[in-house]
């Protein structure tokens, strides 16, 4: 499974950037996930579907963030709105990772967010 993540870039504080995740051999949003790395810092999860098609958010991008799949073109997005700096990092999608009885965990290359005060 191929994973391919989009729509990274530079904004300021306080803007909105939106992140889509496609794949060719996937077209589903169950046990997809968003995660983050910053430089010096561990990935984290950042947000997830489960295989209920439930969305989860860290605490820290609870109302900000929201994942959805898109109906048309079957992509994963995060939409990101009221950046902050800290939310400066690479962001990449996830597919199983989140979810123990998928079996596998396949990841994209990342894409840059920076946000600039």
């Known amino acids: 499974v191929q994973l391919v993540e989009s729509g990274g870039g530079s904004v300021q504080a306080g803007g909105s950037l939106r992140l889509s995740c496609t794949s060719s051999d996937y077209k589903e949003k169950y046990c997809m996930g968003w995660f983050r790395q910053a430089p010096g810092k561990e990935r984290e999860l950042v947000a997830s579907i489960d295989n209920n098609g439930v969305p989860r958010y860290a605490d820290s991008v609870k109302g900000r963030f929201t994942m959805y799949q898109d109906s048309a073109t079957r992509a994963v997005n995060l939409q990101m709105n009221s950046l902050r700096p800290e939310d400066t990092a690479m962001y990449y999608c996830?597919?199983?990772?989140?979810?123990?009885?998928?079996?596998?965990?396949?990841w994209g290359r990342g894409t840059q967010v920076t946000v600039s005060a």
């Open positions: 996830n597919l199983g990772g989140t979810c123990p009885k998928f079996g596998r965990s396949y």
